[in-house]
C-alpha cells in the first residue's frame, strides 16, 4: 500500500514524453440496396491539422450483431478507399490545444 505513491511517481517520471492524436468524429452509413442487400459505408473525420499521420488506420473490423439475440452474425472489414479534406464551417467549435 506504501508502495503505491512512490511507484506512480517513478512511473509518471519515466514517461517524460506522450503523444496522442484522436479523430473528430465519424458515422456508419447503412444503406438499401434490394431484398437482403445492403452497403454498409463508415465515414471518418480525422483532424488534418493537428493529427498524426501515420495513426490512421488502413481498415476498420466490424462485427454485426443479431438484436433480439445479441449473438454475432457477421464480421467484416471495412478498408479505407479514400480521403478528401471537409472544410471547418465553424471555426469557434475547434479543439484548442
Not at 440496396?33 to 454498409?40: A, F, G, I
Not at 471518418?44 to 454475432?72: C, L, S
Request: net charge positive; proline share 2%.
Amino acid at each position: 500500500m506504501r508502495l503505491r505513491l512512490p511507484l506512480l511517481l517513478l512511473a509518471l517520471l519515466l514517461c517524460l514524453q506522450a503523444y496522442a492524436t484522436h479523430i473528430v468524429g465519424g458515422e456508419f452509413e447503412l444503406q438499401h440496396l434490394s431484398k437482403n442487400e445492403y452497403r454498409l459505408s463508415l465515414n471518418v473525420y480525422f483532424d488534418e491539422i493537428y493529427g498524426r499521420q501515420n495513426q490512421k488506420d488502413g481498415a476498420v473490423f466490424v462485427t454485426i450483431f443479431e438484436k433480439g439475440t445479441d449473438q454475432a452474425v457477421r464480421h467484416l472489414t471495412l478498408p479505407l478507399k479514400e480521403t478528401s479534406l471537409l472544410n471547418y464551417t465553424n471555426v469557434a467549435v475547434r479543439v484548442a490545444i
